[in-house]
Antibody
């Protein structure tokens, strides 16, 4: 069965950096695009970034463009999100999600909490 | 605020029917992009509920149905059950000056009375 497990969350000071990971199993990781989606405490869902199956194209929300970088290692079945210049408003649970042509977020991980605070 | 507009909350008694609207514009739903719906139970990750406007993934009860018309979409839930109490999000795509983005509605909290 499809399994997505995020890790790397924690507490970081404003201006700091953090790298999130998402370990995938139960499907052919190298054949699917992948997303990061976040949810601030008590708020709704916000799409963050997308990477094509082969890493050839990446797309970002305007709120994170230039600060966050999505990447993947298909040999390790792992998705990453490098987050730099973090701000208080980046505080959220970050989910990775699998993409298909028909269903953009058909499976989700359990999420990892990132808290940006001094 | 969100690109797609949903009512903050809806409620209904067990057994009743409720609908949740999702209103967009000509750069997203009205441009012909599909609408998808997700259910988020308290304290859990979202789960795909409806895809491609009106299709249910395997395992989703037929009490849940979706539709789309013009710049709006709707999720209908019939025969309300206590376990349906959750947050519901619509999702589509938006083509703007900064490119193609995936967008969510602000979410609707369903309360089963």
């Amino acid at each position: 069965q499809v399994q997505l497990v995020e890790s790397g969350g924690g507490v970081v000071q404003p201006g700091g950096s953090l790298r999130l990971s998402c370990a995938a199993s139960g499907f052919t990781f190298s054949s699917y695009g992948m997303h990061w989606v976040r949810q601030a405490p008590g708020k709704g869902l916000e799409w963050v970034a997308f990477i094509r199956y082969d890493g050839s194209n990446k797309y970002y929300a305007d709120s994170v463009k230039g600060r966050f970088t999505i990447s993947r290692d298909n040999s390790k079945n792992t998705l990453y999100l490098q987050m730099n210049s973090l701000r208080a408003e980046d505080t959220a649970v970050y989910y990775c999600a699998k993409d298909t042509v028909v269903t953009p977020f058909d499976y989700w991980g359990q999420g990892t909490l990132v808290t940006v605070s001094s | 605020q969100s690109v797609l507009t949903q009512p903050p909350s809806v409620s209904g008694a067990p057994g009743q029917r409720v609908t949740i609207s999702c209103t967009g514009s000509s750069s997203n739903i009205g441009a012909g992009y599909d609408v998808h719906w997700y259910q988020q139970l308290p304290g859990t990750a979202p789960k795909l509920l409806i895809y491609g406007n009106s299709n249910r993934p395997s395992g989703v009860p037929d009490r849940f149905s979706g539709s789309k018309s013009g710049t709006s979409a709707s999720l209908a839930i019939t025969g309300l059950q206590a376990e349906d109490e959750a947050d519901y999000y619509c999702q589509s795509y938006d083509s703007s000056l900064s490119g193609l983005h995936w967008v969510f509605g602000g979410g609707t909290k369903l309360t089963v009375l």
